[in-house]
């Protein structure tokens, strides 16, 4: 059983919005910090936004920076990534993770994974 769960990519003009949301399932990671990382082809997954249990502190990558904002639900139990002004280079396949413990930014750092959702942004 994945243990998360991502919803809402799709593909979207250059400029557009979309609104990602990534579910718990099976257990719970109220206590845990969340992130987004995003693979594109023939890439290495990249870190793109966390947010710690509380919500009280977030992170993002230079390259999303004023564009992408991450955040949880009331239930701490899941996360979403807002992404406006998107640009054809955020075509990937965005993937949902969870840790115990602080924010990280490397992909090894979080034991939870989902199976990730495609994002294309056409030009």
């Known amino acids: 059983q994945v243990p998360l769960v991502e919803s809402g990519g799709g593909l979207v003009q250059a400029g557009g919005s979309l609104r990602l949301s990534c579910a718990a399932s099976g257990r719970t990671f109220g206590n845990y910090a969340m992130g987004w990382f995003r693979q594109a082809p023939g890439k290495e997954r990249e870190f793109v936004a966390a947010?710690?249990?509380?919500?009280?502190?977030?992170s993002y990558a230079d390259s999303v920076k004023g564009r992408f904002t991450i955040s949880r639900g009331n239930a701490k139990n899941t996360a979403y990534l807002q992404m406006n002004s998107l640009k054809p280079e955020d075509t990937a396949v965005y993937y949902c993770?969870?840790?115990?413990?602080?924010?990280?930014?490397?992909?090894?750092?979080?034991?939870?994974w989902g199976q990730g959702t495609q994002v294309t942004v056409s030009s």
């Open positions: 993770a969870a840790r115990r413990g602080a924010m990280g930014v490397i992909p090894r750092e979080y034991g939870y």
């Open positions: 947010i710690n249990w509380d919500a009280g502190s977030t």
